[in-house]
């Protein structure tokens, strides 16, 4: 687990140097209902998610396929807000849902302050409360910003979907539900 929570500054840097350059010319459907714009863009956005599972936290394939899987399956929708503060080189994220309050840490990510609504997907969402520990942030701004939330095991337990942030970032950190 605290490997999955620590994010290697450089593997980042590097990541998203990659990542912007790739993502630049994402097509843009219409609307799918899942908050990305496309179901092409969601499966992009899966596909990044898996890679980093793999490639930065060394999960088996296996593992980042049921991942993948439990994202997908995710069906039930929560309208929610989120607040992410830039500090210097950290990141203090807020989400609110059904009455309840995330806050979340991150260190080097490059989202910038950022207030919006989203959707957030869960298929438990007590079991979200009670169990994240940690979340993994993707986002892109020319097509969407993907928050996934995890328990100590890396379970997925819920994610919070919105098209168009203002800024890029990729992040592993660290939050909790009160």
Known sequence: MKEFINVNTEY???YMAG???????LE???KSGDGF???SVFEKVLEEIAGILRDKYNLS??????????IKAAKKGYS?????QYLTFYEHCIVECNG???TGDCSEVSLGGITGVATLYTNDFNKLCSDTLSFLIVSNPSSYLEMCFFDNDINYLG???YGLPRTAGVSGCSGSWN
């Open 19 to 25: 990542y912007t350059a790739a993502t630049a010319n």
């Open 28 to 30: 843009d459907d219409s």
């Open 159 to 161: 994610d919070l979907r």
């Open 100 to 102: 309840k309050q995330f």
């Open 12 to 14: 980042f840097r590097g």
């Open 37 to 39: 714009g496309s179901d």
């Open 61 to 70: 394939f296996c593992k980042a396929a049921s991942v993948i899987n439990d």
């Open 80 to 84: 929610a807000s989120y607040n992410f």
